[in-house]
């Protein structure tokens, strides 16, 4: 690509991990033109520690932040604390991109990245559009939640998966009491593994928080004695009800495709992109949660809406922008932080065809599993206090290393041992 | 005040492995990680990732980086730079020699 094709300027619009990430990586290759971060929210601050330590105290604001305040100037970032209302595009693409903000302003760049992220899904049950029926994706949302959750406050989590079960987590370490709604026994299966996803659903009730498997359908809120009172049906078709203080909807996120449906990109379950962030529209890219690859349609996205896969998928934007070679990822990987406990996962656990799961024990505790195809190649992984271990397997799943089953099932045989084959 | 110390032999760390020079021996804020790096150096970096508190000893040495094991930040341990998020501020290095087959670790005494 000649320098011709560079674009002079780079607008940005969300200021999560993804759209931060295509920022600082367009400066750190060497992009001089103007650019400039549009997120009403303002300096962009990091989303995984609201689900944990920022819910409990733990964290400060300042401690969110993805870069500190005077690295915008030094790297002459322009940010605007605006939400991005309309994104216009020509279809011959001759006229650069505008992008509207709510105060009416016009900004115009050579070209635009959406990231957006995803909006969380709301609660589709009677009852659930109520303003004590909480979600959680920004420190807005987060604050709401820390300022309600104290000792002895009724916290209803719905949703067993990682979102539900670390506000599960935090809210009890407060000393809430907390209840936790969630749809199957063992939340997570993919992406830990079935022996893993027991324990971890297990540690639920250890800690002290009522779990009732099942789905919600209905909440209750006129109630003086109790505020909110959330009807589950059992997974066994028995009826239960619990009484809330404060309920919190932790059943998913959905891409937020709003700005980019209506501006006439591409969207299908998500932005469309290929594998280097492009829309439908030259002068367009997207990043993060809000996006879906091409080619992966049917498809779950399990592993596309963690933290890393936003961070890549910013930076490779960045090096799409500049014409410049999109590095190739390796296997996708998540953490997750709950009850004390540390769970890291690579690739997936859902076994394929042919293949199998190895659980690694200690003492009985089942603290790690590996999903091997049928030739002993690994595909998955997963790991509780063990970051290392994950580590390790995520570079034998990207090399293609055929390991032992016996050492890996083996807790005296570190899996950083097997990377050497 | 600038000193040296000796922490062993350059032989007894491999290639992408770390030793740990705790701070009691230091006398620095953090304990110290020496790195037998992939492009054949060592180098000396404060062991605790400046993102959460995690020792970076633990982590993979790529090339002339190493990644925190947490949470995957990864830096550059020829300048403590904070290469990749969630880490955004570096980690201090030190100067480390290796002469007649043993680490020498210069560390500043912070107090």
């Excluded at chain 2, 180098?43 to 947490?70: K, M, N, R």
Aim: aromatic content about 4%; proline content about 7%.
């Amino acid at each position: 690509m000649t320098d011709a094709a560079r674009p002079g300027s780079v607008l940005v619009v969300g200021g999560g991990v993804a759209g931060f990430a295509a920022v600082r990586e367009l400066r750190r290759r060497g992009f001089e033109g103007e650019l400039t971060l549009v997120d009403p929210q303002g300096l962009p601050y990091d989303r995984p520690p609201l689900f944990k330590e920022f819910l409990t105290g733990d964290a400060d604001a300042h401690r969110l932040l993805l870069a500190p305040p005077p690295w915008f100037a030094e790297h002459r970032v322009a940010l605007v604390a605006r939400r991005a209302e309309r994104l216009e595009l020509d279809d011959d693409g001759a006229a650069r991109p505008r992008v509207v903000l709510d105060d009416g302003a016009v900004l115009t760049a050579d070209a635009v990245v959406l990231a957006p992220g995803g909006r969380p899904r709301p609660l589709a049950v009677p009852g659930g559009d109520h303003p004590d029926v909480a979600v959680l994706r920004t420190r807005a949302d987060a604050e709401r939640i820390a300022a309600r959750v104290h000792f002895g406050t009724r916290v209803t989590v719905i949703g067993g998966g990682f979102t539900g079960a670390e506000v599960a987590s935090a809210a009890r370490e407060a000393l809430a009491e907390v209840t936790l709604v969630s749809a199957t026994a063992a939340p997570a299966l993919t992406a830990v593994g079935p022996a893993l996803a027991a324990r971890l659903h297990v540690m639920h009730a250890e800690r002290g928080v009522d779990v009732l498997e099942g789905l919600v359908t209905r909440i209750d809120h006129d109630d003086t004695e109790a505020p909110h009172r959330v009807h589950v049906r059992r997974l066994d078709g028995s009826e239960a009800s619990v009484v809330a203080d404060l309920v919190v909807a932790a059943v998913g996120i959905a891409p937020d495709t709003a700005l980019a449906e209506a501006a006439g990109l591409e969207v299908d379950g998500g932005i469309l992109v290929d594998a280097a962030g492009r829309t439908s529209h030259r002068a367009v890219y997207a990043a993060g949660d809000a996006v879906r690859r091409r080619g992966t349609e049917g498809t779950s996205p399990p592993a596309a809406r963690h933290w890393e896969p936003a961070l890549h998928s910013g930076q490779d934007v960045a090096a799409a922008i500049l014409g410049e070679e999109v590095p190739a990822r390796g296997t996708p990987w998540f953490w997750s932080d709950r009850h004390g406990v540390h769970v890291e996962g690579a690739g997936s656990m859902l076994p394929v065809p042919g293949g199998r799961i190895v659980d690694r024990a200690v003492r009985g505790t089942v603290v790690a599993g590996f999903a091997l195809d049928a030739d002993g190649r690994m595909t998955g992984a997963a790991a509780v206090d063990d970051p290392t271990a994950v580590k390790a397997a995520r570079r034998i799943i990207d090399r293609g290393i055929v390991v032992d089953p016996a050492r890996l099932a083996d807790p005296d045989v570190p899996v950083r041992a097997l990377l050497r084959g | 005040m600038a000193r040296e110390i000796n922490v062993g032999p350059a032989s007894a760390v491999p290639e992408g492995e770390s030793l740990v020079v705790p701070k009691e021996t230091t006398g620095t804020k953090d304990h110290i990680a020496v790195v037998h790096a992939e492009d054949g150096e060592f180098y000396a970096i404060d062991d605790t990732c400046s993102h959460q508190d995690y020792a970076l000893s633990e982590g993979f040495v790529e090339g002339a980086c190493i990644e925190c094991p947490l949470h995957g930040a990864s830096f550059d341990l020829r300048t403590g730079e904070a290469l990749t998020l969630p880490a955004t501020t570096p980690v201090g290095t030190h100067v480390v020699e290796v002469r007649d087959g043993d680490l020498w670790l210069t560390v500043q005494d912070d107090a």
